[in-house]
């Protein structure tokens, strides 16, 4: 897409009658994936770990559309047992869902484990989307033109998958797991759009990345120097609002030319910001025999078997 072309958030098209699940909806990327989909008429679920910010969210949103469709539920993806909840009563509530963007995330903090005792940062931003997914899959498959949007970030070509050291119990650091779990997303969302078309089913599996975007993870990160440095320094120099790096998880939630197994980001310098346009996954992350890899140990680890249809 050249400058003039750039696709922006006006050229969403109509969502009314369209439901999305936004996990991390209650700030950042999340807020600003929710805030233009229900101003172009979508039913949005803020799935949020923290109700009161949600609730605090969803009234912001409401102050400047009155009339927006939104609901606020819980759901701490570092959790499998608060995921398995949150998708069961949802699958009861919604028996057919359109669209689920799988956002939020963690960056960079000490050494922890999450409730099952994963890694905290492959837990959540891996483990915990992939269990989400497999469990609403068929909710998605009801859908009008389905889909899910994993976030994947630029930081994936840096990434590999210890699967010697998962929970880095032998050696930890914290942006090394944090690019794990972010080339764990890219990995997933490929091996996601390879089965889902070896099933025939109409539930498009697309990539996304926001490039450098000025968020709450990259300041309330514990890490001292690099916080110091692209934190409280980088982002006011060189990262772009929110409200411009949720352009490519929109685009691909949305556009009505998107394919199963693009991946959106930023058209401009080294893709870390502008409009979104179609980028390359890196050759690691497309890898079929690391995607089969990944999908079995998430599969062992979650106990979550997706249920595809069988091929036509």
């Known amino acids: 897409m050249t400058q003039k072309q750039r696709w922006t958030a006006e050229r969403i098209p109509d969502q009314t009658e369209r439901v999305f699940v936004v996990t991390g909806a209650n700030s950042g990327l999340g807020l600003a994936t929710t805030r233009e989909l229900a101003r172009h008429g979508g039913h949005v679920i803020l799935a949020v770990r923290d109700e009161g910010k949600g609730?605090?969210?969803a009234a912001e949103i409401t102050a400047e559309q009155p009339g927006a469709r939104l609901?606020?539920?819980?759901?701490?993806?570092a959790d499998l047992e608060s995921v398995r909840a949150f998708a069961g009563q949802l699958r009861?509530?919604?028996p057919r869902l359109d669209v689920l963007v799988n956002n939020a995330g963690v960056m960079a903090p000490p050494r922890s484990l999450s409730a099952q005792g994963h890694e905290v940062q492959f837990g959540c931003n891996h483990l915990g989307h992939f269990a989400l997914t497999g469990l609403l899959l068929d909710a998605l498959a009801a859908g009008r033109d389905p889909r899910v949007v994993t976030v994947s970030s630029v930081n994936h070509r840096k990434g590999r998958i210890r699967f010697e050291d998962l929970s880095g119990e032998r050696r930890y650091s914290p942006m090394a797991f944090y690019n794990q779990s972010k080339f764990a997303n890219a990995v997933f969302g490929r091996e996601l759009h390879r089965r889902l078309t070896e099933a025939n089913s109409p539930v498009?599996?697309?990539?996304?990345h926001p490039g450098y975007t000025a968020t709450n993870l990259q300041v309330s990160a514990p890490v001292g120097l690099w916080r110091v440095v692209f934190g409280r320094i980088g982002n006011p120099l060189f990262a772009q609002p929110p409200s411009h790096g949720a352009l490519p998880?929109?685009?691909?939630a949305t556009a009505p030319s998107v394919e199963g197994g693009d991946f959106?980001?930023?058209d401009g310098l080294a893709e870390l910001r502008g409009g979104p346009t179609r980028v390359e996954l890196s050759s690691a992350a497309a890898d079929p025999e690391t995607g089969r890899r990944l999908w079995e140990v998430s599969e062992r680890l979650t106990d979550?078997?997706?249920?595809f249809p069988a091929p036509v």
């Open 92 to 94: 009861t509530d919604h």
């Open 55 to 57: 609730h605090r969210a």
């Open 249 to 252: 998880q929109l685009y691909a």
């Open 304 to 307: 979550v078997r997706f249920a």
């Open 71 to 77: 609901e606020v539920r819980h759901l701490d993806l």
């Open 204 to 208: 498009r599996s697309v990539l996304s």
């Open 264 to 266: 959106i980001g930023p």
